[in-house]
């Protein structure tokens, strides 16, 4: 299971496949819009080498192209296992994606907007989780890592628990979920890439409504207005210093 998948790795990490930016905009009051955009553009050299393996002269189809916005409420409404809590937050939430695969283009953008702070978190877990059939719906013909053999990389926020509340923000690590991430098969393959990791980024950007009063954090940095929090790290940093993406900020 593991040299499979850490040749997998290494060449998502060769293509530098990887971006994930998480923003959160909060406005003066409370509500706002948490946005995941993720660039998969270098999926499709992966896909280009192993077209060249395979041997079985089955042929693939080119220059596929999609661009595309989706609203959640479609799927949402009609999913049995979300509540109505659930389904009342992406009533307002889109994804888009664009896909051109004669460009090596994948982008994909998640937006939910919230009306008030304590409806972050919710929707943290919610995007963290993939929602479930919803969001399986929706990328359903995509070039998604991990479609067929089900190996994806790890979810960063998936080691780490979120506070959101109207004058502070925190990202702690949850060390009894970050102990058993580092027993998975998957990840002891992932570690043996080494460097290569740095690869696959991870970015975490916060607009706050007015100045922060203080921040902690190894690697957060606060512009000169003190509105917009920056956080950035890689694959590789959650491995060897996952307390890297760990931050507080009073606001």
């Given at each position: ?153 790890p979810d960063l926020n998936s080691y780490y628990d979120m ?76 491995f060897q210093d996952p307390e890297a993406f760990s931050y507080?900020i009073e606001y």
């Amino acid at each position: 299971i593991v040299l499979p998948f850490l040749l997998t790795v290494a060449m998502l990490v060769f293509a530098g496949c990887m971006e994930t930016t998480e923003e959160l905009t909060i406005a003066a009051d409370g509500s706002g819009t948490y946005h995941v955009g993720m660039d998969m553009s270098g999926l499709f050299d992966l896909m280009d080498a192993m077209k060249a393996m395979d041997a079985s002269g089955t042929e693939n189809k080119k220059g596929e192209k999609m661009d595309t916005l989706i609203a959640m409420r479609d799927f949402a409404d009609t999913a049995s296992h979300l509540s109505a809590e659930q389904k009342a937050l992406l009533q307002n939430a889109h994804m888009k994606m664009k896909m051109d695969e004669a460009a090596k283009e994948f982008k994909m953008d998640m937006r939910f907007p919230f009306a008030k702070i304590g409806d972050v978190t919710k929707l943290m877990q919610f995007s963290q989780s993939g929602g479930g059939n919803v969001m399986d719906n929706m990328l359903k013909g995509a070039p998604v890592a991990g479609n067929g053999g089900g190996e994806k990389m790890p979810d960063l926020n998936s080691y780490y628990d979120m506070v959101v509340t109207g004058n502070v923000i925190e990202r702690k690590l949850n060390k009894e979920k970050y102990a058993a991430m580092q027993q998975g098969e998957q990840v002891k393959g992932m570690q043996q890439a080494g460097d290569m990791l740095e690869s696959i980024k991870y970015n975490t950007v916060i607009h706050l409504p007015r100045p922060a009063k203080s921040i902690k954090g190894t690697h957060a940095q606060l512009s000169a207005d003190k509105k917009t929090l920056t956080l950035k790290g890689t694959l590789q940093d959650l491995f060897q210093d996952p307390e890297a993406f760990s931050y507080r900020i009073e606001y």
